[in-house]
Structures are given as C-alpha cells and as structure tokens.
C-alpha cells in the first residue's frame, strides 16, 4: 500500500507539504475541540511548521 493512501486507498496527501498541512490542521480541530484527541505540544508543532517552511522538508 502506498503511503499518501488511506484506508479506502484515497489519496490524504499529494506531497509532504500537504501532509504536514493536514496534521497542523487536525492539531487545530483538536484544539477547537471540533475533534477528540490530544492536542500536539508547542514543540512538535513548531517543528511541523518549520518543515512546512522549508516546504515540506524537515
């Protein structure tokens, strides 16, 4: 199975930058309480946008 694939085989992440994108949203959702789950630390999501600045390269 391809790694971009989900469970149904969709495609969740055309490239790193995208999935970078993806899991700083769901962080977010997680904070807005729009999701249920444990929000990143400070520290992990400043990694994640530091790669994301880098364009996807960490």
Do not use: C, F, W, Y
């Not at 970078?20 to 400070?42: A, F, I, R």
Request: proline share 2%.
């Amino acid at each position: 199975m391809d790694s971009d694939n989900g469970v149904e085989g969709q495609r969740i992440a055309s490239s790193m930058s995208g999935h970078v994108q993806l899991l700083l949203d769901l962080n977010q959702k997680n904070l807005d309480g729009q999701m249920d789950g444990t929000p990143m630390s400070e520290h992990q999501v400043a990694i994640l946008k530091r790669a994301l600045a880098a364009g996807g390269k960490g």
